[in-house]
């Protein structure tokens, strides 16, 4: 069974930096897509970022030259850097991942990230 956890959340004043690291197992990791999404309250689920097999990276114009996707293939990790933090940036952050493509079909339980002005 595929399981994706999340961990890094927290609460940071605007300007600050947080490092989210979601955890896979079950899966084959260092074949999948794996991305973080984010919702705010009261809006839809949105992309923040992707990475593939072979390290290509992809990002929301909102945190981009802010935000950083990288993996760790020897230890099933995916990590999201973020520097320079704005009270928009307030939402729970999911990992997905788990396939060949993105949307993949697992995702985390979320992480929550609050961001004070």
């Known amino acids: 069974q595929v399981q994706l956890v999340e961990s890094g959340g927290g609460l940071v004043q605007a300007g600050g930096s947080l490092r989210l690291s979601c955890a896979a197992s079950?899966?084959?990791?260092?074949?999948?897509?794996m991305g973080w999404y984010r919702q705010a309250p009261g809006k839809q689920r949105e992309l923040v970022a992707f990475?593939?097999?072979?390290?290509?990276?992809n990002y929301a114009d909102s945190v981009k030259g802010r935000f950083t996707i990288f993996r760790d293939n020897a230890k099933n990790t995916v990590y999201l850097q973020m520097n320079s933090l704005k009270p928009e940036d307030t939402a729970v952050y999911y990992c997905?991942?788990?396939?060949?493509?993105?949307?993949?079909?697992?995702w985390g339980k979320g992480t929550l990230v609050t961001v004070s002005s």
């Open positions: 990475i593939t097999s072979g390290g290509g990276t």
């Open positions: 079950g899966t084959i990791f260092s074949t999948s897509v």
């Open positions: 997905n991942g788990g396939s060949r493509w993105i949307p993949g079909d697992y």
